[in-house]
Nanobody, 124 residues
Framework: QVHLVESGGGLVQPGGSLTLSCAAS????????IAWFRQAPGKEREFVAT???????HYSDSVKGRFTISRGNVKNTVDLRLDTLKPDDTAVYYC??????????????????WGQGTQVTVSS
């Protein structure tokens, strides 16, 4: 059973940056797409970004141009760089692994392996 563990969350001021990391318990990036989702208080979980097995990336409109998903420098990790953070980015961020078809890349039901989440709080 593959496990995912997120790290890197914290408190940051508006306009600041953070890098989240998703570590897999084994090498899965050749077989799975890795995505980041987030859930703010009182809201449904939403898609943020994904990197596919081919390393192509997709972003939600709300984070495009501010967030960057990439394979990490540490083996079996995927990073999510968060720049120009806004208070609306405050949420628990989850990474997930799955094999979605392209038309369903943003659908959380296409991802069957999830981490426990890491809190990001953007506040002055």
């Amino acid at each position: 059973q593959v496990h995912l563990v997120e790290s890197g969350g914290g408190l940051v001021q508006p306009g600041g940056s953070l890098t989240l990391s998703c570590a897999a318990s084994e090498s899965i990036f050749g077989s799975y797409a890795i995505a980041w989702f987030r859930q703010a208080p009182g809201k449904e979980r939403e898609f943020v970004a994904t990197i596919r097995q081919t390393r192509t990336t997709h972003y939600s409109d709300s984070v495009k141009g501010r967030f960057t998903i990439s394979r990490g420098n540490v083996k079996n990790t995927v990073d999510l760089r968060l720049d120009t953070l806004k208070p609306d980015d405050t949420a628990v961020y989850y990474c997930a692994a799955g094999r979605p078809i392209l038309s369903s890349i943003r659908d959380q039901n296409m991802y069957g392996i999830w981490g426990q989440g890491t809190q990001v709080t953007v506040s002055s």
